[in-house]
């Protein structure tokens, strides 16, 4: 278990000393020197730690290690993939063939890295079963404003501006329907049946006229695959309405299931989450939208298109929603999905999401004594859970599991979400973590299960080793307290 709290956990401003210093420079700049109009220039030297060398690489060598990351904890950040990704990806990204271009460059002095993200796009065409995709977007949210976009653009062309409602299940990212709002569509909130699928007897009587768009997130929110995909993307389409899928979760499909064959209009890639990069911590990400060839002419300029040999960007594409991102989109992140999936073979993409099923499963076998799976089928990569009645008459919240897993030298998982399940705990193993790590992880669980019935105040009041203790939650969203 980890102690942290007999560190010293002094910020560098605390440890600074007058004169303390590693260098010297002996060119030092003149007062006044340097090309800065007077009025903007400084009265007083600004406040910075003065500190030895060997002070700064402890204070920041520390800080490291009470940082709970993918690299040191097991991350079981449900519904946001935290999987460890192979730091060559870094190395190639890193390349100065690649980091050294500049984002202006011609098409002809930027050949190498147009010709990888032209791969790319068809690479993860064939996965998804689309026609045509767009690299622009930032990340998941960002292609789903993209991908109603699109959607928008095609009913305005057809002259079906009555169009205005995009049907959302309850069991779907929450960011779907304020996407929906974002873009000036009426979002239409459906609830789940006791399966927790779509209940199509509800969605039949949605589906109209004004339907637009059905988003789904699939796997849903439940973890759980929507096995009448095919029936509701017919009913969709029967409707004169497209269907979404939010592909966020494609962890759990790749080399498995392609959704273009299942009648998915639209669907959404999180370049980050499902083939590298660790997603979360605002850094950035890279997202995709992938669209049967009916839609492709509303996709976001510039589209990547090799002629005669030559790879270039074509902007002359009269139909598209316009630009959506700078350049190609965040490229350096793209370039480590290209080589992750350039270091797989199909047969292993889908071993991938095998093997985050199985270990999702397994985390939910071993923990379903204590904390009850909300739903009883078999989850896909990611699975909820509650804590146990006996829990419960002990006043214990999942806020309560979530902090004591921190004193156990684990990052604490999802919870609270999805908002459809009281005291939810979203668990994603991912498929990257060994087998001795979720059993070490369902051992800490199984701990605290104890704990609240033996001691249930010191579940409570966790946790206990962390440099910062128990919040008050509500002073802490009202009165935020942001310097030291």
């Known amino acids: 278990m980890n102690d942290i709290t ?41 406040r910075l730690p003065e500190l030895s ?51 202006l460059a011609s098409d002809e002095t930027a050949q190498g890295t147009l010709e990888c993200l032209y791969d790319l796009q068809n690479r993860l065409c064939e996965l998804c079963g689309m026609d045509a995709i767009t690299l622009q977007p930032a990340a998941g949210a960002h292609s789903e404003f993209t991908g109603l976009l699109v959607a928008r653009a095609y009913f305005a062309r057809k002259g079906q501006k009555d169009r205005v409602e995009i049907i959302v299940p309850d069991s779907a ?36 006229a004004k339907t637009a768009v059905v988003m789904l997130t699939v796997p849903n929110t439940l973890g759980i695959f929507e096995s009448n995909i095919e029936t509701i993307t017919k009913m969709a389409h029967e409707a004169g309405a497209l269907v979404y899928m939010d592909g966020a979760n494609f962890n759990a499909l790749i080399g498995l299931v392609k959704p273009g064959e299942l009648g998915v209009d639209i669907m959404h890639l999180n370049m980050h989450k499902t083939f590298s990069t660790p997603h979360g911590g605002g850094g950035p990400g890279a997202g995709a939208i992938a669209v049967k060839k009916y839609l492709d002419s509303y996709l976001p300029v510039p589209v990547i298109k090799k002629e005669g040999g030559r790879f270039l960007a074509d902007f002359n594409r009269p139909l598209t929603v316009g630009r959506v991102k700078a350049f190609f989109g965040n490229t350096g992140v793209l370039l480590k999905a290209y080589a992750y999936m350039l270091m797989h073979s199909s047969r292993e993409l889908g071993e991938i999401a095998e093997n985050a099923i199985i270990n999702a499963n397994y985390a939910k076998a071993l923990l379903k004594d204590c904390f009850p799976a909300h739903s009883k089928e078999h989850c896909m990569h990611e699975c909820v859970l509650t804590p146990g009645p006996e829990m419960t008459k002990q006043g214990i919240k999942t806020l309560d599991i979530a902090k004591r897993l921190l004193d156990y030298g684990f990052h604490a998982p999802t919870v609270y979400f999805p908002l459809i399940v009281h005291e939810a705990i979203m668990i994603e193993p991912t498929e990257t973590e060994t087998r001795e790590t979720i059993d070490e992880f369902a051992s800490a669980m199984k701990k605290i299960s104890a704990e609240a019935a ?8 966790a946790p206990h080793t962390m440099p910062v203790k128990r919040l008050d939650e509500v002073q802490a969203a009202r009165q935020p307290n942001l310097r030291w």
Do not use: W
Request: charged share 25%.
């Open 53 to 103: 060398e060997f002070d700064a690489v402890r204070h920041f060598t520390r800080l490291s290690k009470i940082n709970f990351s993918v690299d040191s904890h097991f991350y079981p950040l449900g519904s946001c993939t935290m999987k460890y990704n192979p730091r060559v990806n870094e190395d190639i990204a890193a390349l100065d063939g690649f980091a050294g271009l500049h984002p």
């Open 173 to 208: 990212h929450g960011t779907n329907p304020a996407t929906a709002s974002m873009l000036g569509f009426s979002p239409v909130n459906i609830n789940s049946g006791p399966d927790g699928r779509v209940d199509l007897e509800v969605l039949k009587r949605h589906l109209g």
């Open 454 to 461: 033996s001691d249930p105040q010191k579940v409570k009041d």
């Open 6 to 46: 007999k560190l010293d956990n002094r910020l560098s401003i605390e440890k600074s000393a007058p004169g303390r210093r590693a260098l010297k420079f002996k060119g030092r700049i003149k007062h006044g020197a340097a090309p800065v109009p007077e009025t903007l220039r400084r009265k007083t030297a600004p």
